[in-house]
């Protein structure tokens, strides 16, 4: 392990990258938790108040992914990361301000989601690749390992102390923070020295999407990942941005349960990273979706209300499953898909992966009211397990290899 981390540091790029990755997802591991307590404490707010806000990020993320994928194959990917990390710092910065100033509202914190979500969907395609840009092939998955392993440390330092800081002192300071980790992850991935861009004359951005979705659709292996994850991720995103919270709900005990959660489920993706740094698995798919369909162990034991300390062994399960799946698919996609198109797919797969999640934010707090939140817990673990399995039925997502 110490000699890949030592092959890695070589690069310079990466080690930038890393760091980035690893201060961004301190602020990362902050807001989720401020932001939900934040919602909670505004005057009059319920779950569907909470559904509202946690869902306004993800309507525009959605419905200009595929823009950001042909974009993203076309500049310099670095800086559009670099950029929208800035930007969005500000943005982050009004919704802290409001609360710490006393005049928090429900329609603030939407505006300010949804442009994030706006700038999100330039970020995510064009950071999916920056990676490949950096390493060689061969070195793919210790690298997507090793940047998966220092954002879940920056993450489990963020969401424990983000308890803290909401239980303690207004949720804005922990917003607050999480602004400041953007600015300064964004000042230095705007500075790693890429290649420029070899500048490729194209009829337009249609026929770049064209293309795209030819590379996409030509691989079932992806498709049906794709397809079944749009129903992994709208389970998955409704535990973790409303469900859970709710579960969760007394104003002194529950920040500081959930962030335990939160942290144990990092602490889970810390494990997971270092398994997949040390091991290929001949069959990645195949085993990393085994392990997806035993994660919703997390929801049924939050959904049967267990005892906090096997809600957390849980969540630490559920962690270490979706890091190695994480760093097995996006390996798989590196390695498969063309670097001159891969923004392109990545874009249609998030479309695809995450389309539906956003019905299932808003959704799951009204559901949670008339149904009860223990039931909806219960209906998210089994969609998440259906799903899982149903990808196995496929023969090239079982076979499929990245040697």
Known sequence: MLAQLKALHAYKNFTMLASARFISNVGN????????????????????????????????????????????????????????????SIFAGVSAISLIGGFPSIWI??????????????????????????????QLQEGNAVIGLVSNIGYICGALSGGVIVATFNPGWGLLVDAI??????????NIDLPNKTRLESPGILHDLKVGWREFISRSWVVTMVFCFAFINMSFESMLQVLGPLNFSDPQTGPRAWSLNLAGMTAGMMIGGIIVLKRKFKRPLFIS????????????????????????????????????????WNTSLQTHVPEESYSRVNSYDALGSYGIAPIGIVIAGPLAHYFGVDTMLIVTGSLTFI?????????????????
């Open 29 to 88: 591991g902050i807001s989720p938790i401020a932001l939900a307590y934040g919602v909670l404490s505004i005057e009059g707010a319920d779950g569907g108040d909470l559904s509202l806000v946690m869902a306004a990020r993800y309507f525009p993320l959605i419905a200009f992914m595929l823009f950001g994928g042909v974009f993203a194959d076309r500049v310099q990917r670095n800086r559009i990361v670099g950029g929208t990390d800035i930007i969005g």
């Open 109 to 138: 914190l939407v505006a300010m989601g949804a442009i994030f979500g706006l700038l999100n969907a330039l970020w995510w395609p064009a950071m999916s690749g920056v990676l490949a840009e950096i390493l060689p092939k061969e």
């Open 181 to 190: 980790t953007f600015l300064v992850a964004g000042l230095i991935v705007w």
């Open 289 to 328: 979706m085994i392990l997806i369909a035993f994660s919703s162990v997390w929801d049924f034991s939050l959904g049967f209300e267990m005892p906090l300390i096997i809600c957390i062994a849980a969540a630490i399960f559920s962690g270490l499953t979706i890091e190695i799946f994480m760093v097995t």
């Open 387 to 403: 799903a899982a399995c149903a990808s196995l039925t496929v023969k090239s997502v079982r076979n499929l290899s990245n040697a």
